[in-house]
């Protein structure tokens, strides 16, 4: 009951996407399981910091990442500030918890070259699935979309003439991205094929072959399957494009506050992940600095 009336002011006065509502409802409902199996007496109004440290020596023990560990904390943190002001305990035992350090590893990103040879590549042809495939690939590499903002792209969202399209990213914030000439064109052609082969059910632009808004499954099936063509890298996934999309700008002299305000980040501390030096700076700053280069 009470994890539903925080479920419920995630979702009707926070407007939290479902996903955060779904991983917070998995922790809190993980970390009930785990106090009552410790002991069947305790319950929200109980719970102390020992229990919810032990839970989350449990979650590591479990091979669970810091990562999922902090997130998975972050939600209990949530509720038990909720609960607090609404009066359904007496006191907040997360609030003084300190989550694992995690490491900070670089983004995982694909060179140039790599992202030339599989865009330009001569086997593209000119139907549906063909031309969606290299549009989505294009319009992550060259606007560093989130997997989300670009299945909730519509038609209305895309200017060809002003060359650039408007995102709702996360908790609703829209922002403008501009384009290229080639994304214009590759967009229009796309959108030329896609109506001359499917009868459409709603306003998305990007759909599946029977008119209806693709799902995140069939965009990571197009990612994993081109990206296997031209990397090794073992994670391949639309982030991954985002990663790289960043990472070209930067290589090209982009600054930090202009990717910032392109990713749709809240904070610079999270777009100065981008801010490793890559191979080809080091190529870059070796050939202008060295006599003998």
């Not at 939600?75 to 995690?102: C, E, M, T, W, Y």
């Amino acid at each position: 009951m009470v994890i539903d009336l925080f479920l419920n002011y995630l979702r009707y006065e926070c407007n939290r996407s479902q996903r955060t509502v779904e991983l917070y409802e998995t922790a809190l409902r993980q970390l009930e399981v785990f106090f009552k199996e410790t002991d069947s007496r305790l319950d929200w109004t109980t719970v102390d910091s020992d229990v919810i440290r032990d839970w989350m020596e449990f979650q590591m023990d479990e091979g669970k990442s810091a990562a999922t560990v902090n997130l998975n904390l972050s939600a209990v943190r949530s509720f038990f500030r909720f609960a607090l002001l609404q009066h359904l305990v007496a006191k907040d035992p997360a609030h003084a918890i300190n989550g694992p350090k995690r490491a900070k590893p670089l983004p995982i990103f694909l060179r140039e070259s790599e992202m030339d040879s599989l865009l330009d590549k001569k086997e593209w042809d000119d139907k549906l699935n063909d031309v969606r495939a290299r549009t989505i690939l294009l319009l992550f590499y060259e606007c560093g979309l989130r997997l989300a903002e670009l299945i909730g792209l519509n038609d209305c969202d895309i200017d060809l003439r002003a060359r650039q399209l408007k995102v709702t990213g996360k908790r609703d914030k829209q922002r403008i991205i501009p384009f290229g000439v080639e994304m214009a064109e590759e967009l229009e052609s796309y959108m030329h094929v896609r109506d001359e082969s499917v009868n459409r059910m709603d306003d998305a632009l990007f759909v599946n072959n029977k008119g209806v808004r693709i799902s995140r499954g069939q965009v990571y099936y197009v990612i994993r399957k081109h990206l296997s063509e031209v990397t090794t890298v073992k994670k391949k996934s639309p982030h991954v494009l985002r990663h790289t999309f960043a990472t070209t700008m930067m290589n090209h002299g982009a600054g930090l506050e202009s990717i910032k305000k392109l990713l749709g980040h809240e904070s610079l501390n999270t777009t100065e992940i981008y801010t490793h030096t890559t191979f080809e700076q080091l190529k870059r700053v070796y050939k202008n600095a060295h006599p003998r280069a």
